[in-house]
C-alpha cells in the first residue's frame, strides 16, 4: 500500500516508497506544501497567509471579465462599499430617466403642481416615484416617449429590487466567523520546558462548537546547498475544544520533537520562520461550519515572555467575564 510522504509529530518523515514501486509503474512522492505549491513555498520571499487570512498569491493572464463574478463580490465585498454601490446604482438610474423625461416634450403633465421649478428636478422625483412603484398620481406620463420609459423603468425597478433583496439576504444569511487573534505569539514558560503560545476569542456574541486548530510551522532550510521552505504541522497540546465560550490559548510544547527546538530568535528569523494558523468550528446559529485563518512570521514572535491573565474576578453572582481589551498583552520575563 502506497503511504504518502506525512507529517508526523512535528518531523517530516519520508515513507518507504520501495514495496509501491513494485506494485505500480507510477509511484508519487507528495509535497506537503499545503497546496501552495512547489514554485510558491520555494520561491516566494513574502509571507504565505496574511494575518487577515488572504493569501500573497495572485492569478493572471485572465481578462477582466472572463475572471469577473459579480454575484460572489457583491457577496464578500465590505459592508460599506456595498451599500455605497446600491446607492451609486439607485442615484444613478434615476438621474439617467430624469434625463429622459426632461428632453421629452410635454412628457409630464401636472409638473407645475410639485412645486418644484427645475424640470430636470422635477422628471428626477417623479423618476423616484415610478422606480419605487409610489405613483401619488399628481404626475402622469404623456405619449409615447414618456409611457416607454416608465415602462423600461418599471420593468427594471423590479429586477434592481429582487437582486438588492437576494444579495442583501445572502449577505446576512451567510455565516462567517469573527475570531480575534492575538497580536502576537509568545515563547513562554510550559511545564519544565517552553511552549509557543497564542490566543484567541469569539468576536461575536454567537456560540461556536468543536472548534479545531491546525497549526502549520514553516521555514527555509538549506537542502544541497539551496534553501528549501519545509512545513511542520505542530503537535497541539489541546488541538479541538468543545466549547468557546471565552478565550483559548492554544500551546506547542517545543521539546525535542518539535522543529522549534533549540532554535534562538535570531535562527528563525533568519529562516523566515512563518506559523500558518487554520480554524475551524461550527457556528451554533446557523449549524454550519465556519472557518479562520491567520500567520504569524518571525518578527510577530515575542521570546521569554508570557500573556497577562485576561480573566476579572467573578461577580457577586460568580459569573466569570474575561477582558478581551487584554487578549494582546504579555509580559516580558527577565
Known sequence: MLHPRRLVTGRLVQESFDEAAAETP???????????????????????LN?????????????????LNPYHALL????????????????????????VYTFCPGGLTDATNTGIGSRFWQGFFFSVH???????GNVSPVGWIANLAVTIESLLSLLCVALATG????????????IIFSE??????????????????NGRRNELIEV??????????????????????????????????LSWTIVHPINEESPLWQLTETEVRARQGEILILLTGID???????????????????????????????????????DLRRLHEFDRLS
Open 284 to 322: 451554533e446559529t446557523f449549524s454550519q461550519v465556519v472557518h479562520a485563518r491567520t500567520s504569524y512570521r518571525a518578527e510577530e514572535m515575542e521570546w521569554n515572555a508570557k500573556f497577562v491573565n485576561v480573566f476579572n474576578k467573578p461577580d457577586e453572582n460568580g459569573l466569570v467575564t474575561i
Open 76 to 99: 464578500t465585498m465590505p459592508w460599506p462599499r456595498f451599500l455605497g454601490m446600491v446607492v451609486s446604482g439607485y442615484l444613478f438610474i434615476n438621474l439617467l430617466f430624469a434625463l
Open 130 to 136: 415610478t422606480f419605487g412603484t409610489i405613483g401619488y
Open 184 to 201: 502576537k505569539t509568545v515563547i513562554a514558560p510550559y511545564e519544565q520546558g517552553t511552549g509557543l503560545m497564542f490566543r484567541l476569542a
Open 26 to 48: 507510477f509511484a508519487e512522492t507528495h509535497n506537503p506544501d499545503l497546496g501552495f505549491g512547489a514554485v510558491v513555498a520555494q520561491e516566494s520571499r513574502r509571507r504565505l
Open 212 to 245: 479545531a486548530a491546525t497549526v502549520i510551522y514553516a521555514q527555509f532550510e538549506s537542502v544541497e546547498g539551496k534553501p528549501v521552505r519545509k512545513f511542520y504541522q505542530l503537535p497541539l497540546e489541546r488541538s479541538k475544544v468543545t466549547f468557546l465560550s
Open 51 to 67: 494575518r487577515d487570512g488572504t493569501f500573497n498569491t495572485a492569478r493572471r493572464g485572465l481578462s477582466y471579465w472572463a475572471s
Open 167 to 178: 444579495i442583501l439576504f445572502a449577505r446576512f444569511s451567510r455565516p462567517t466567523a469573527r
